[in-house]
């Protein structure tokens, strides 16, 4: 099975759970004495946010990256998911499946369940630590001034909170990159930026076309005087494979779309205890959805699959139990959740898809009243070594790192 975090890099994979393990168990490498960076994690906020009807363990995920485990934590059918991450009951349908859907791919062990892909992030800032740590010295690009990423990651539908800004990278090859920065305010707190992606420019040459653009995420984490981060917001992106570019233009009339493609917006208020999510995509179980979490209740909204290139003609709206994932008969119960929300809902526009044979009009979704986002624009959403030249390397080669 294809890894879907990184799918050019099983090595990549390898190295982050070897030092997941090392930080989880207290280890680092002998003989450092540097300070480590004391960059906060990105997932630990976002999962004690989460009611407890979504908080599910990643273990699983990480002992087997290459295969998904099948997740049986209730009875209830809406969070009963297959060995692939879809809903093992075939009989739902309407709200109920939307649901069951949301929650299998999104929280319950499917491809692109939150949690894991976050614990990527933070394995691989606890990579630079132990690195840190080996080579006993803080990099020098520590502290340096912040270099603003904010405009060239051109984020769809972004908020006007969400800043890309750093001191310091590190490229695992000529395609992927992690870089992070800190800012001190004024109040005490820091806010901390982190990117990880990995690209495969496909402007460049026709024997690009083919070619997965990418996985990339970006984070703003914010953390009080205190020490604890008050709130995160970040996006998460599996950005599409073009096929039929054009003397090796991907933006031309008759390129395809091919694979499984994501775009998801994600805003964690720690201090509110709420959770707000919207996402939009292709190969990925549904059209689009929109949810909101608190303690007590859960607001869902979205558009499922209907058939190749179709998405369900309604639009559906759910309120479920925090605790049971139940649906709730007093829907009231979501109303402060629905009127609340701060994201603008994402929507597909229409795209054409096929690889090797016929191709099909993939129908736009219809969640928001927002202008609908071009899948093969979430492209300039992963980046490149290249994008970040004017960014200090975190280890240079007179470090040994």
Known sequence: MRNFLYPDSDSRISRLLAFGML????????????????????????????????KVSTASLWMNPKGLAAVSLSSNPLQQCSEQGEPSDSTLT?????????????FGKGPIEISSVTASVDSRMSEFDSRIQENSTTPECVGSALVSKTEALSFPLRSSAMEQKFQCKDALSDTSVTAFGKEENTDGGTTWYVYDGTNNPLATAAATSGKSAGQSQAWQVNVGADGNVVSEEGYITLAPQLMNCTGGVCDAPDTQIAGSSMLMHVLVDVTGGTVEATAAGAGIGFCAFHIKTSSQAIYLKGQLTNGLGSCATAVEEICLNATSFEVLSDATACDSLKTSLELQSIDRAEFTSGEGGPT???????????????????IDYCLGPSDFEDVTALFSESSGG
């Open 23 to 54: 930080s989880s168990l207290g280890m680092t490498a002998c003989g450092g004495s540097a300070d480590p960076l004391g960059a906060p994690a990105v997932e630990p906020p976002l999962v004690s946010s989460l009611p407890a009807a979504l």
């Open 94 to 106: 309407g709200e109920a499946k939307l649901a069951a859907t949301v929650y299998c791919r999104v």
């Open 360 to 378: 099909t009009t993939q129908q736009a979704s219809g969640i928001g009243t927002n202008p609908k986002s071009e899948m093969g624009t979430w």
